[in-house]
């Protein structure tokens, strides 16, 4: 059977990528997910706004209570020179992984500042990675801001990062645009590799005995993927870059449905961390087997089958509603 | 070749020799030797190589005796050794010093010379630590200058190889410890040439080797000792010869020619002073500045002390000498003259003797105390000194920079004599320690000492308290080589960092005429003038000083600096000194910045770069109008109703004019009154808490947990509130216990709070409109800081509610008790006192507390005012500090007292039946006193036992009514830290438990030697990283509690106020219920942690939760009950250690420098809070029926 599949203009043996998690922080877990077939692995994200912080905050607690009094001029052995305080720890973690596996290795990074953008995005080019995931988002909380301002701070992140590094830049998306699909082809143009489809945020929730606030983020559903399905089947056929699908894919199934729509590689993370890495096995198995049993021969020849292009009833991914689908007069 | 150049102070000058000279160093943290112990465990740390390629062996020992005793081991074994320390510390070292010098052994102990702790501890520098061990067999050698302390360092090692005799380098505590200078860095080969390798494989051949085997350390007896004693006589007569010709050596390697006496001054002197230290310095300069005027005076500067060389000290004297006044840094109580006039009379006599004397004739001789604890010592002085030779009659066994009213010992000198050249610039800068002014400082001088060919001195002054502390940079530069060892008189320069100072103090005082004037201000330039205190307009008007400012406030909050203004006021002071061009000096700070910064990351060398760049803009020159306008007066230190030793005294104190104060406004004992911190209002929070009246649930949670005591509530008969001030808050008190129409206030003393904000973050209430409030919240101190002073005032004044009413084991109710520990000098958020001031209202007015030297005795016990407090009944804790290995026996030795004083008191009042009465009499005898009622009626019983007795005329009714007091139980609290209880007063510790007597221990465990700067202890946790534990301490934290429970009748319980108040208030009333000793582990978030204190008790409950530290109670009276003594208060780890512990930069910064570390230290972390969760809950769990059958 012959899985194999391109993204980001990689060549892929199988569209069932580890998309960015706590999991890429093992060598040993990308080792066995590796082994179980994955093909390809999205690092964990690298935050600048936390680098940044934490830059700070060792800068402020190792000075605080300094040269006060006349006992304690300080309160800490200063090093001469610190570790880890420019993300080390995460390059050093790409090569290893890049030592270690013979898959792509993909970086992913969250950046806020110009500067951070193409510092890291330079630095985690030159650790090795193969291709680089941006994770952009914005929460807009001023009322001000045009959804114009917003999509061009996307393409304006995307251009620095593009002027920075060789390899293929991927954007990691959130669903909230106007008009998702224009938003995609802008940065597509802009010279988009790739779209992953779509960010899960921590989504708020309020303790109600505390009157507090409590992010957090809770394993997706194969339900989730639904969204995802929707707009890879609008996309599809619109942009030149490289589309994955990612949140709510968990089985064989999932993928798919992720391939048909469009999607050249289905990514995983919750079903990873709740089965395990032996669980990439278990969807291949799976998915080969469905496509035995279906008569397929590729991947490729499922790719947008089910697009909106091509499927016979298109209304029915742009049905929002209970209202009833329309049937085509003509 | 030529030497490199480097700016650093005294410590770092001599334990950058000794590391690179020796093979094992032992130590111990005492101020102000601390640095050069943790300067050779960083570079150790680092990998830094001694002169024989191996890096040096650095060990924290648990006390200076062990050091010593660590130090004489690693001597006999071969190893060169050395170690550092001062006052108490070098006390405890005597018996090693006596055993290594007795057996001749060559090592130099490096000492920072500091006050010994007598009527007050004192940690500043003089010579009367040194004088104590003059006895012992060391040599003794004297770095005046951060230079010799270098030379004299190798010059030491040298002449000890060669001697045996073993040597004590020293130099003034924080003078020349603390002084940062620019010197001439000695090189390896230096060193190497210096060291006879030869000697080293002398030493190492004499050590203990069993393929060579002898004892040593043998005891004799009198037929032989004796002799034995006389054996060394040849060494000591040749050690001087051995060091002069090491100089002679020095000499030719380095150029520098030292003696052991130097004299300087007229080459025909007639008037000559003698000295060694730092005062040297200031008596050279001012013997060359007055022989260049051509006075004919000399000041001879003694080098090496012991063995006294008599023929060398004659020999370097003038023979023009006609007087002499010798001068000594220490005081010999009851001695007929110090040690160094001693021995000049002597050395005098004997060569008169021989009529060897040079001079025409036996010169007039007087001696003096001068420099005691820092006392400021300066050319006037000098010259008083000289003047008083001058006499006829020259006063004998005086005193010079005190006055002294009493036995008259004191000369006075001439204020105004000053040696100060026009060519070198002094600039005072007047800073609080958070703003970063002494950083910026010792930045300043390292530019303009490594990148010009100015010298440059630097030397800082710094508060006694730690919170709003103020800081005082005395900076000089300049040509010529520096010798002003004392502090600025007349400042060409006078920077002002925070304009409150202005209101407080006399800031101008030392600004020189035609200087220059930097202020930091938060008024725009056109505003300021009228902003400033009419002392202030006048003294910029009559000194014709220039006058500059800036809001350095406002450009670091435009830069992201937050409070830290130094980088700003840094560049401002380059900017308009003039000491460098402007466009080099701007340069040379960003060099200086990015060395500084540039490890910590890109970020922060940019954040200071645009610092820089935005503070130069912002620096303005104001025009001085002609006339002062303003109508603002300075503040008066203390309000006119205090005390009259409060208005006399600390006042003066307070207004850092304490040096004016006359030996006769000093307690002769050092007894000094309780309860003074209420009368100096410190201003020190920008914002403060406000009470919520309407949403407040009346929890009391602030109180207990405000470490300064200002949060306190009070419930009381509404009527009072008739004559409450306007803004006075009240609301109807909760729960249906209290009378009717009780109110309850819940009040803030707003002038006294740090600003701290744990009263906010436990405050449990949420304003259900608004969930950004709580019940309390911050707001800005100034506006509210006349109202509500009268509010407190009113406060104060409204009646406690009675004790015997309260249910003392509610967190709530404890909160009603009167605090008796109040406004310390203690950090801002410190999590110790919460545990302190708790003790004080459940037991205060029959405490006696014995304090181990500490953070706890600095805020308990530094003047010049002291928290300790007492009720309106005028009872409250007595309080003491002996030391600081030794507060577990000392409070033991109250206990014993006060048991044999109750004992001697019943036996009295049982003679006395009687007399007394037998109703009264028995009915005290009787009496429980185990709960707080049956105390409180036992102290109206005692009351009316010494009101017969007073009328009563018989010896023992007179006897019985000064022990009548003693009827009533007392309660003794032993307090001190972790360094105390863990390592140093262990032992002590472990004997008073297990002594059975009924003695209350609070060990504030901060897991590191916080008042020292965090230096390791045994309590310090897995992977927190410490000083002498530089990438994370890889063992486990000593089980104090464990090794307590042992005993089986000790109570121990270990607490955690932030994880459960509640546990907290129990344990402390338990424990001290308990008849026989108890110790309470109380854990103490602390600045040493490196995070923001207001997340302290947050960080408590993480600590408890994750099972890093557990808490429980051990009561052995359950035992006999048949019940298990050990009450778990904590539940089953939940929560990751990693979530407690990467909140705290002493955990996270290994995650900064060894990742790999960081992840084995937190495997390690959370295995043992398991592996301690299932060991205590098996201990909780045992079956004690047994004990009962």
Redesign the interface.
């Known amino acids: 059977m012959n899985l194999k599949t391109k993204y980001l203009g990689l060549d892929l043996k199988n569209p069932i990528v580890p998309s960015a998690s706590p999991l890429s922080a093992s060598v040993d877990t990308v080792k066995a997910l590796e082994d179980h077939g994955a093909a390809a692995i999205v690092m964990y994200s690298l935050f600048e706004e936390q680098i940044?912080h934490?830059?700070?905050?060792?800068?402020?607690?190792?000075?605080?209570?300094?040269?006060?009094?006349?006992?304690?001029?300080?309160?800490?052995?200063e090093?001469?020179?610190?570790?880890?305080?420019?993300a080390e720890?995460y390059l050093d973690q790409i090569r290893l992984l890049k030592k270690t596996v013979d898959i792509p290795v993909i970086g992913s990074l969250n950046g806020v500042s110009k500067g951070g953008w193409m510092e890291y995005a330079k630095k985690i080019e030159e650790a090795g990675a193969d291709a680089l995931e941006l994770n952009v988002y914005y929460i807009p909380t001023d009322p001000s801001q045009t959804a114009q301002t917003i999509e061009q701070l996307y393409l304006d992140d995307l251009k620095t990062v593009k002027q920075q590094v060789q390899i293929p830049i991927a954007l990691k998306l959130s669903p909230y645009f106007n008009n998702l699909a224009n938003v995609a082809q802008k940065l597509d143009q802009a010279g988009a590799d790739g779209l992953v489809l779509f960010n899960r945020f921590y989504q708020p929730d309020i303790d109600l005995e505390?009157?507090?606030v409590t992010p957090g983020l809770e394993l997706s559903t194969s339900y989730e993927l639904r969204l995802p399905l929707r707009w890879l089947a609008i996309l599809y056929g619109h942009v030149k870059a490289s589309l994955a699908a990612t949140s709510g894919v968990h089985t064989a199934e999932d993928v798919l449905k992720a391939m048909m729509v469009g999607a050249d590689v289905a990514m995983m993370a919750s079903a990873l961390i709740k089965n395990g890495p032996e669980h990439v096995g278990k969807v291949l198995k799976d998915l080969t087997a469905w496509m035995e049993e279906h008569e397929y021969e590729s991947i490729e020849q499922m790719k947008g089958s089910m697009s909106f292009k091509k499927v016979a009833e298109p209304a029915a991914f742009i049905r929002a509603n209970y209202m009833k689908t329309l049937q085509s007069i003509y | 070749m030529k030497r490199k150049m480097v700016t650093i102070d005294g410590n770092e000058a001599a334990s950058y020799v000794a590391h690179k000279i020796n093979e094992v160093i032992a130590i111990y943290p005492i101020t102000p030797s601390s640095p050069m112990g943790e300067h050779s465990d960083e570079w150790s740390a680092k990998g830094q190589k001694n002169i024989w390629g191996t890096i040096p062996r650095v060990t924290e020992m648990q006390s200076e005796g062990g050091a010593s005793g660590a130090v004489h081991g690693a001597l006999q074994a071969g190893a060169l050794t050395t170690t550092f320390t001062a006052s108490q510390g070098l006390l405890l070292m005597i018996p090693n010093m006596y055993k290594i010098a007795g057996e001749l052994t060559s090592t130099v102990f490096h000492v920072s010379a500091r006050s010994l702790a007598a009527q007050a501890l004192s940690i500043f520098g003089d010579h009367t630590d040194v004088m104590a061990v003059r006895n012992t067999g060391f040599a003794l050698m004297a770095s005046n200058s951060i230079q010799e302390v270098m030379d004299f360092a190798l010059i030491a090692q040298a002449a000890t190889l060669e001697s045996r005799v073993p040597f004590l380098h020293f130099f003034d505590g924080f003078r020349t410890s603390h002084e940062i200078m620019k010197v001439e860095q000695l090189t390896l080969d230096d060193m190497r040439s210096m060291i006879d390798d030869e000697l080293v494989m002398a030493h190492r051949k004499r050590a203990l080797n069993p393929d060579n085997p002898f004892i040593r350390g043998t005891s004799q007896n009198p037929d032989v000792y004796f002799q034995g004693r006389e054996t060394v006589n040849p060494y000591y007569i040749a050690a001087p010869g051995i060091v002069q010709k090491a100089m002679d050596k020095f000499a030719g390697i380095v150029g520098r020619h030292y003696h052991l006496f130097d004299y300087v001054g007229h080459p025909q002197a007639e008037r000559v002073i003698i000295l060694m230290g730092s005062g040297a310095e200031t008596a050279q300069e001012t013997v060359e500045y007055l022989a260049a005027k051509g006075e004919k005076v000399g000041a001879l500067k003694v080098r090496l002390y012991r063995p006294f060389s008599i023929d060398h000290f004659i020999s370097s004297l003038p023979k023009t000498t006609q007087s002499i006044a010798v001068l000594d840094r220490t005081k010999e109580v009851g001695a007929s003259g110090e040690p160094l006039y001693l021995d000049v009379v002597n050395a005098l006599a004997e060569k008169a003797a021989e009529n060897a004397l040079p001079f025409s004739s036996f010169p007039t001789v007087i001696g003096g105390r001068y420099g005691l604890s820092s006392k400021e010592f300066t050319p006037a002085m000098v010259k008083a000194v000289l003047d008083e030779l001058s006499k006829d009659r020259p006063k004998n066994h005086f005193t010079i920079g005190i006055i002294d009213d009493v036995t008259h010992t004191s000369l006075e000198w001439d204020k105004s004599f000053s040696t100060a050249s026009p060519d070198v610039v002094r600039g005072m800068f007047y800073g609080l320690g958070a703003d970063g002014t002494v950083g910026a400082n010792k930045n300043s001088i390292k530019i303009i000492g490594e990148e010009t060919d100015n010298y440059a001195q630097g030397y800082f002054v710094y508060d006694s308290k730690k919170s709003g502390s103020m800081t005082i940079s005395h900076l000089r530069f300049g040509k010529a080589p520096i010798h002003s060892t004392y502090l600025i008189e007349r400042a060409n320069f006078l920077a002002c960092h925070q304009f409150v100072f202005l209101e407080k103090f006399d800031i101008l005082e030392k600004a020189q005429e035609g200087g220059t004037f930097l202020l930091n201000s938060p008024y725009p330039e056109n505003e300021v003038w009228d902003k400033l205190p009419r002392r202030v307009q006048e003294e910029i008007i009559n000194k014709k000083l220039k006058f500059y400012v800036i809001d350095a406030y406002k450009v670091a909050k435009e830069t992201g600096m937050g409070a830290r203004i130094n980088t700003i006021m840094q560049t401002a002071f380059f900017a308009i000194s003039g000491v460098l061009p402007r466009d080099e000096a701007i340069a040379k700070i960003k060099g200086a910045i990015q060395k500084t910064y540039g490890k910590k990351g890109d970020k922060i060398v940019q954040m200071n770069f645009n610092a820089v760049d935005q503070a130069l803009g912002h620096l303005h020159q104001i025009q001085v109008p002609e006339k002062a306008t303003s109508t603002i007066d300075l503040i008066p230190p203390v309000p006119s109703n205090a005390p009259d030793f409060v208005r006399d005294v600390t006042a003066t104190l307070i207004a850092m004019k304490g040096d004016e104060l006359p030996v006769s406004k000093m307690p002769a004992d050092g007894t000094f009154p309780s309860a003074t911190t209420q009368w100096e209002k410190r201003n020190v929070a920008l914002e403060v808490p406000v009470w919520d009246e309407d949403i407040c649930i009346q929890c009391n949670k602030c109180a207990i947990v405000c470490p300064h005591a200002v949060i306190r509530p009070k419930v009381y008969d509404g009527k009072i509130l008739e004559n409450a001030p306007a803004t006075f808050k009240s609301t109807k008190a909760r729960g249906k216990d209290w009378p009717e129409g009780y109110m309850y206030s819940l009040q803030v003393a707003v002038e006294d709070c740090t600003g701290c904000e744990l009263c906010v973050e436990v405050c449990p209430v949420t304003n259900k409109q608004d969930t950004s409030k709580k019940a309390i919240n911050m707001a800005e101190q100034i506006p509210l800081r006349e109202t509500e002073s009268k509010n407190w005032e009113f406060f104060l004044n409204i009646p406690e509610y009675d004790r015997n009413k309260l249910r003392h084991d509610t967190v709530k109710d404890s909160q009603y008790l009167e605090p008796l520990f109040e406004f310390s000098g203690a950090c801002p958020g410190c999590g110790e006192t919460p545990y302190i001031k708790l003790a004080t209202q459940l037991f205060g007015d029959r405490m006696v507390v014995a304090n181990a030297t500490g953070c706890s005795s600095i805020y308990g016990g530094n003047l010049p005012t002291t928290p300790w407090a007492k009720n309106k009944e005028g009872r409250g804790p007595a309080w003491s500090n002996s030391l600081f290995e030794d507060n577990a026996e000392f409070g033991l030795g109250f206990r014993l007292t006060i048991d044999k004083h109750q004992e001697q008191a019943r036996e009295f009042l049982t003679a006395l039946r009687n007399e007394v009465g037998a109703e009264l009499t028995d009915a005290i005898l009787n009496s429980n006193q185990r709960e707080e009622p049956e105390i409180f009626e036992q102290r109206q019983r005692v009351e009316q036992l010494k009101d017969k007795l007073k009328k009563m005329n018989s010896p023992e009714a007179k006897n019985l009514l000064s022990l009548a007091d003693y009827l009533v139980k007392k309660s003794v609290w032993i307090i001190g830290g972790d360094g105390w209880a863990y390592d140093i007063g262990y032992g002590g510790l472990d004997h008073v438990l297990a002594s059975g007597r009924n003695v209350n221990i609070l060990v504030l465990d901060t897991e590191v030697y916080s008042n020292t700067g965090g230096q390791m202890s045994k309590a310090t946790p897995t992977g927190a990283v410490a000083k002498f534990a530089a990438s994370g301490k890889p063992l486990y934290k000593k089980d104090l509690g464990m090794l307590a429970m042992a005993y089986g009748n000790v109570y121990v319980a270990q607490i955690a106020m932030g994880a459960s108040d509640t546990q907290t208030v129990r344990a402390m009333l338990e424990a001290e219920k308990y008849d026989g000793p108890s110790i309470l582990i109380a854990y103490s978030h602390c600045i040493a942690h490196g995070y923001n204190l207001k997340y302290g008790m947050d960080q408590q409950k993480l600590a408890v939760n994750s099972g890093i530290w557990p808490i429980y109670r051990y009561n052995p009276e359950l035992i006999k009950e048949g019940k298990n003594p050990l009450h778990l208060d904590y539940k089953e780890p939940k929560i990751p250690v990693q979530d407690f512990m990467y909140n705290e930069t002493r955990f996270k910064m290994v995650t900064k420098m060894n990742p790999s570390a960081a992840k084995k230290f937190v495997r390690l972390a959370q295995e043992h809070a398991e592996f301690n969760w299932k060991r205590y809950s098996h201990l909780a769990q045992m079956d004690y029926s047994f004990e009962v059958k």
């Open positions: 940044t934490e830059m700070h905050e060792l800068d402020a607690f190792l000075t605080q209570g300094t040269d006060s009094y006349s006992e304690a001029m300080s309160y800490f052995p090093p001469d020179e610190f570790k880890n305080l420019e720890e505390k009157l507090d």
